[in-house]
């Protein structure tokens, strides 16, 4: 069953075309990783999809509730961890506190920070941060998790950490889609992986099928990355 499924969405800013046609479809438990080179519409298009971005045509269905994950953790730094997790599932979806609360609980326990309950963001790791966010968007119960690039501000062992947590989830049977430049992540978490340039889709398929695409386009972008040792 589709969770989410996008069709011809287009987005410009002033007269620069960033999503042209754009149309996808994630499955009930799908893991979807997309790459591509900066500034191919790769984030633009995750923050379509989840409403921070209004696109000028184009139609976006969801079956159920989302959760976002970004780049900068985006933490509310005068609340507790705790708080940062049970804002939203009290006051947007209006759960009844003493259960969100404990799922919450369970939450950090899962992410390994059990004892960072009434810790503030500023007391924190970078990957601790990432992972208190990963937590809160999990207690939204959602259908389908957003990842925006979610390691690009870590260190490389905080990265490890991280992709580490996000790997786990595959047990929870969540639909993800992830904006990520983390190849080796990509090709072993996803059922599906996308490839974007110049604001349009180039290549899908499953991760063999497009770390080994006979695409102009897909091997010239995989060979600068492993040129480069990324």
Known sequence: MKVLEIKNLAKSFESME???????????????????????????????????????????????????VFQQFNLFPHWSVL???????????????????????????????SDRADAYPYQLSGGQQQR????????????????????????????????????????????????????AFARDVSDRIIFMAGGVIVDEGTPDKVMNSDNERTKAFLGKLAGENI
């Open 18 to 68: 960033v999503l042209n046609d754009i149309s996808l479809s994630v499955e009930d438990g799908e893991i979807i990783s997309v790459i591509g080179p900066s500034g191919s519409g790769k984030t633009t298009l995750l923050r379509c999809a989840c409403g921070l971005e209004t696109p000028d045509s184009g139609e976006i269905n969801f079956d159920g509730t989302f959760g976002m």
């Open 132 to 183: 208190v966010a990963i937590a809160r968007a999990l207690c939204l119960n959602p259908k389908i998790l957003f990842f925006d690039e979610p390691t690009s501000a870590l260190d490389p062992e905080l990265t490890q950490e991280v992709l580490k947590v996000i790997k786990s989830l595959k047990d929870l049977n969540i639909a993800m889609v992830i904006v990520t430049h983390e190849m």
């Open 83 to 113: 708080k940062n997790i049970m804002d939203a599932p009290i006051h947007v979806q209006k759960r009844d506190s003493k259960e969100v609360e404990k799922q919450a609980r369970e939450l950090l326990n899962k992410m390994g920070l």
